[in-house]
Every structure is written in structure tokens, then in C-alpha cells.
């Protein structure tokens, strides 16, 4: 286990159409984050698991947005009838230890609604 | 609510010339300040923090609570420093959630 995981790496979906993201974090991680990203800005948090329950929400993450994180082991991201809006790339980060310690990301899935 | 500024979007210097790439926040709690840094075709990276007031690669960052700020500083740059940096703040205590400038874009040229 090297990093944190992401797939898919890209994906283009037609507008309307539900999308999946899929996070493998580092496995002794029990702290889990999915940030948004769009051109030209750095990342926006979007919501923070500790194991597997989902603490916080930013109010970015509208009702078309729900995250889960069965079992505090890998974590999904699903965005239901996409928007154009949506395009971005969506980063997911994990961390094992408290406020004063970064996290590890990893690269990130690009979204590209068309 | 907590915002990290990042005013320049672009630096450009020579090799060899001192860099500080600038950031400013408001946050009404203790700050906990990060940069991240990302290459060219690479993941976000945590390059330092403030708490353990280290250098890394050369890098090095002070927290001025009077003047809200945390600069990213090298005396001498190298070529290989390009990338994106972004400064970063913990807003939340128990969830360690950042909220990131919008990055300098730092090139060095030969």
C-alpha cells in the first residue's frame, strides 16, 4: 500500500447521468476527505469521514451528492443527474493523525460532464 | 469563515534568485497553516507546516499572527521548484478540514 487510490483516473459523462468515484485510502488512515477542484482554484472540502462515520458536510455537497464509507475501509462518492457545473477534478485524502499533521492525496479523478 | 489569500497567481524568477510566494488568512480560531505543493503530472503534496517550524528542500514558512500571514520562503531557487503551491488552513479542530488559497504558480527559469 503506497498511497491513497483513485479510480477512475477520468470520466466523461453525458449530462443527466449518475456518476460513481471510488477512494482507497491509506489502509492505516482512519481519517477520510473528499475535496473538489476546478481550474484555476485550489481544492474545495466537501466531506470528512473518521472510519466510517461521515462527520462533516460542506454545504457545496448538495442533495445530488452523497459520499459513503462502509467498514471506514475505502469510500464512494456518487453525484446523481450531473451538471455541467460538476466538472472538476475530486480529490480524495487520507490522514491517520490529528489537526497539526497534512494529509496524503491522491491524484484525483477528472469529471468532465458534457 | 476562515479564507486563505494567495495574491499573486504567477511568479516568475531566475535560477539562483530568492522566492517568497505569499499567503494571508483570516480565522478567528488558532491557525494551523500548510503549503502543499503540486509538479507538473504529480499529486498534491504536503511540502511543510507551520508546527514543526522546519525546511524542507529549502523552504521554509513563518506564521506572523500580527500580520495574519505565512510566506513561503528560499533564498536560492531551483529549477526544479516549479509547480503549483497552495497554502492551506485547518478550520476545525477535531476534523483537521482545510480550506486552500488558490495556489502561485512558481516557474524558474535557467
Known amino acids: 500500500d503506497t498511497g491513497v487510490s483513485q479510480n477512475p483516473r477520468h470520466k466523461i459523462t453525458k449530462r443527466g447521468q449518475n456518476v460513481t468515484f471510488r477512494c482507497d485510502p491509506i489502509s492505516e488512515h482512519n481519517r477520510l476527505y473528499w475535496y473538489r477542484q476546478t481550474l484555476g482554484q485550489g481544492p474545495e472540502f466537501l466531506t470528512y469521514?473518521?472510519?466510517?462515520?461521515?462527520?462533516?458536510k460542506s454545504r457545496l455537497l448538495s442533495d445530488r451528492f452523497s459520499a459513503e464509507r462502509p467498514k471506514g475501509s475505502f469510500s464512494t462518492l456518487e453525484i446523481q443527474r450531473t451538471e455541467q457545473g460538476d466538472s472538476a477534478m475530486y480529490l480524495c485524502?487520507?490522514?491517520?493523525?490529528?489537526?497539526?499533521?497534512?494529509?496524503?492525496f491522491g491524484s484525483g479523478t477528472r469529471l468532465t460532464v458534457v | 469563515a476562515q479564507r486563505v489569500t494567495q495574491p499573486e497567481k504567477l511568479l516568475s524568477v531566475f535560477k539562483g534568485a530568492p522566492v517568497e510566494l505569499k499567503c494571508n488568512y483570516s480565522y478567528s480560531g488558532s491557525p494551523e497553516l500548510f503549503w502543499y505543493v503540486q509538479y507538473s503530472r504529480q499529486r498534491l503534496q504536503l511540502l511543510l507546516r507551520h508546527i514543526s517550524r522546519e525546511s524542507i528542500k529549502g523552504f521554509t514558512a513563518d506564521l506572523n499572527k500580527g500580520e495574519t500571514s505565512f510566506h513561503l520562503k528560499k533564498p536560492f531557487a531551483q529549477e526544479e521548484d516549479s509547480a503549483m503551491y497552495y497554502c492551506?488552513?485547518?478550520?476545525?479542530?477535531?476534523?483537521?478540514?482545510?480550506?486552500f488559497g488558490g495556489g502561485t504558480r512558481l516557474m524558474v527559469k535557467p
Open positions: 469521514f473518521q472510519n466510517e462515520a461521515q462527520l462533516e
Open positions: 485524502a487520507s490522514s491517520s493523525r490529528g489537526r497539526s499533521y497534512g494529509y496524503t
Open positions: 492551506a488552513l485547518s478550520f476545525n479542530n477535531a476534523g483537521n478540514m482545510l480550506t
